[in-house]
């Protein structure tokens, strides 16, 4: 699974590094981004649960 951010959308809250700082942490800008190419099997279900809670619907499957 690939997943990336929006940031456009992203506002910063900080939700997604905190549920799952394996897939996601803070860029420059203050902004969130995927640190990750693929996201692990044992990552993918705090990964969901980031991509379910994100307040602005950031992050994004990236299907191939
Ligand atoms: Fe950005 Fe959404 Fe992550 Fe908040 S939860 S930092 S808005 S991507």
């Given amino acids: 699974m690939k997943l990336k951010v929006d940031q456009d959308k992203c506002i910063g809250c900080g939700a997604c590094v905190s549920t799952c700082p394996n897939v996601f942490d803070f860029n420059d800008e203050g902004l969130a981004h995927v640190i990750v190419d693929e996201v692990k099997d ?6 969901m649960d980031a991509l379910k809670s994100c307040p602005t619907d950031a992050i994004e499957e990236v299907k191939e």
């Avoid at 044992?42 to 990964?47: I, L």
């Fill in 42 to 47: 044992e990552d993918k279900e705090n990964a």
